[in-house]
């Protein structure tokens, strides 16, 4: 089975800070993405990653930005972490001939005071 | 604005008894409709999907029932179980990229 790491469970960090969340898979798929998951809201896609150093926005890519120079890691990014910005983060991942089945991470739940 | 609209918030159903969440979709650009099963301090799973050529789709005891006219698709559980009580969330996939779509998701509790 596909496995997806996420480094952190838990994160605490200061407004303004730079956050960096790892993510690593273990079956050399193609695609990764990272989405957000608030009540009510859902998950909700900030980024995603076709290859390695290819990028493309999600719906929310407002304040992250993210990082692809290995094929299995995809790191997000908070440029300055703001309390908005609280929340669950999702890394998940996906092979080919897999169309639907993307393989998610545990996630890290950042909180920004 | 939500592209996967998804409802209840949150449902609770006895043992032995049917769970149905519903979903409704307008972007005729999805081609395949995943759903999704979360529990808690874990990230979703991929529990069944369906593309939107069939109109039905069952295994074991979860079934997605799909109206593509109505743009409408929903999950059942039959003979629901106190392990079913997870977060579920419906999604939907661009034909165009790899990218997915989720609702905003229902939180299931199956009381013994």
């Known amino acids: 089975d596909v496995k997806v790491t996420q480094s952190s469970r838990y994160l605490v960090k200061r407004t303004g800070e730079k956050v960096f969340l790892e993510c690593v898979q273990d079956?050399?798929?193609?695609?990764m993405f990272w989405y957000r998951q608030d009540p009510g809201l859902g998950l909700r896609l900030i980024y995603f990653?076709?290859?390695?150093?290819?990028?493309e926005k999600g719906d929310i890519p407002e304040g992250y930005s993210v990082s692809r120079e290995k094929k299995e890691r995809f790191s997000l990014i908070l440029e300055s972490a703001s309390t908005n910005q609280t929340s669950m983060y999702l890394c998940?991942?996906?092979?080919?001939?897999?169309?639907?089945?993307?393989?998610f991470g545990s996630g890290t739940r950042l909180t920004v005071v | 604005q939500q592209q996967v609209k998804q409802s209840p918030q949150s449902l609770i159903v006895q043992k032995g008894g049917i769970s149905i969440i519903n979903c409704a979709y307008e972007?005729?650009?999805?081609?395949?409709f995943p759903w999704y099963q979360q529990f808690p301090g874990k990230g979703p799973a991929l529990l069944i999907a369906?593309?939107?050529?069939?109109s039905e789709k069952k295994e074991g005891r979860f079934t997605i029932s799909f109206n593509k006219s109505a743009k409408q698709f929903s999950l059942h559980i039959m003979d629901s179980q106190p392990g079913d009580s997870a977060t579920y969330f419906c999604?939907?996939?661009?034909?165009?990229?790899?990218?997915?779509?989720f609702g905003s998701g229902t939180r299931l509790s199956i009381r013994p």
């Open positions: 998940a991942s996906r092979g080919p001939g897999t169309n639907y089945g993307y393989t």
């Open positions: 079956m050399d798929h193609e695609n």
């Open positions: 990653s076709y290859d390695v150093k290819m990028k």
């Open positions: 972007n005729t650009a999805f081609d395949y």
């Open positions: 369906i593309r939107p050529d069939v």
């Open positions: 999604a939907a996939r661009y034909s165009s990229a790899s990218k997915i779509i």
